[in-house]
């Protein structure tokens, strides 16, 4: 199949077909090399930011519970981090941008705005560098080593995705 110009996708229960995937040139996905940086791919902001203001959103908040303030809060630390370090961006960027957004005069009287702010600082904590998640998704590429849709071969381990399963879909 693969020598014809297809394509392969093999669900493994193991590190069955690790090997042979990796011989054959392949991409071998599983929970400890799967990495997810939300500006990894980013190359217009102004096309980009809402998308990922809301897969932020729903990370920090997986019931939906930030109102419109919070979320163009978090569209501002969103365009701000991207536009500071591109698709060096990371999760640690936009609390960074909150954390000052908090601490700046322009919200000193403004004791709702800051509690909203304080409020996605906490919630995003867990997917910064320091945090539970981090190491998931406050890296600085994609994923933890190259690959694409280009790709003829890819193989996902099941075996250990219990602690990667509970971050995306708590």
Avoid at 26 to 50: C, H, K, M, W
Wanted: a negative charge.
């Amino acid at each position: 199949m693969l020598d014809s110009g297809g394509f392969a996708v093999v669900f493994d229960m193991g590190d069955g077909y690790k090997s042979l995937c990796e011989n054959m040139g392949g991409v071998y996905l599983d929970g400890e090399t799967l990495r997810f940086n939300p500006f990894a791919n980013i190359t217009d902001i102004d096309q980009s930011a809402e998308r990922v203001r809301d897969q932020l959103s729903v990370m920090a908040s997986p019931n939906g519970n930030l109102d419109e303030v919070h979320e163009g809060l978090l569209l501002q630390a969103v365009r701000a981090s991207w536009l500071a370090k591109k698709k060096q961006a990371r999760i640690d960027d936009v609390v960074d941008f909150l954390k000052n957004a908090r601490d700046n005069d322009q919200y000193v009287e403004s004791p709702t705005i800051r509690s909203r702010l304080d409020e996605m600082i906490v919630l995003l904590d867990q997917y910064t560098a320091n945090g539970t998640y981090g190491r998931y998704f406050n890296i600085f590429s994609l994923m933890s080593r190259p690959c694409g849709m280009t790709q003829k071969w890819w193989c996902w381990s099941w075996a250990d995705w219990k602690t990667v399963r509970h971050c995306w879909l708590r």
